[in-house]
């Protein structure tokens, strides 16, 4: 009789434990944040991964090039930041701004190599085959779909607009949305480059 009280309460325990293992593990997954690791072609034609970043803070959007709106005032805010800090004396070669393509069909090696020209010279912009886009959207938990229009060969595509700001070891540290200012921006990236300097 004793030995199956110990049983019983050894079994208790260990299911207790293994219960108790699942959900730290799920809150561990659950605030790991966006990002991840990633293979891509730049748009030098270069095949890049996210470490050729590592020691660098990434500022990374997710857009296509053909975007009408969206996508050139996001990165022309980004760009704009570069800027304003380069002109405040900040050394901001801790910085990394990247553009990835959620369009690889239509951003082509050649496209992003003509679109990134109007934008800040360390613009880098990523493309890839569309399972290597799916990936690394999936990573960052980033939103996007091809969206047809009635009546035209061309399309839009639906997606979600935030600059995410990865540590140079590619963890998560914050977004900016399309409410931040490129002073925003440039604000909050202050205190990121006195630190990495």
């Known amino acids: 009789m004793k030995v199956i009280r110990i049983v019983a309460?050894?079994?208790?325990?260990?299911?207790?434990?293994?219960i108790l293992v699942n959900r730290y593990q799920s809150m561990q997954d659950a605030n790991s944040g966006p990002g991840g690791p990633f293979v891509l072609t730049s748009h030098t034609g270069e095949t890049v991964s996210n470490n050729d970043f590592k020691g660098r803070y990434m500022l990374i959007y997710f857009g296509y090039s053909f975007c009408p709106d969206v996508c050139p005032i996001e990165l022309g805010k980004m760009s704009a930041a570069m800027t304003m800090l380069e002109g405040e004396g900040y050394d901001i070669s801790p910085l990394q701004p990247i553009f990835i393509s959620v369009d690889p069909e239509r951003d082509t090696?050649?496209?992003?190599?003509?679109?990134?020209?109007?934008?800040?010279?360390?613009?880098?912009a990523l493309t890839g085959s569309p399972e290597e886009i799916a990936a690394v959207a999936k990573e960052y938990r980033v939103y996007y779909k091809k969206r047809e229009q009635e009546g035209l060969d061309s399309y839009l595509m639906d997606h979600q607009s935030v600059i995410f700001v990865m540590d140079p070891d590619g963890k998560y540290?914050?977004?900016?949305s399309s409410r931040n200012t490129p002073a925003d921006i440039a604000d909050a990236l202050k205190p990121v480059l006195l630190k990495a300097n």
Not at 173 to 176: A, G, H, I, M, T
């Open 109 to 124: 090696v050649e496209a992003l190599a003509d679109y990134v020209t109007d934008f800040h010279p360390s613009l880098v």
């Open 9 to 18: 309460w050894l079994a208790v325990a260990i299911v207790g434990i293994f």
């Open 173 to 176: 540290v914050r977004l900016f």
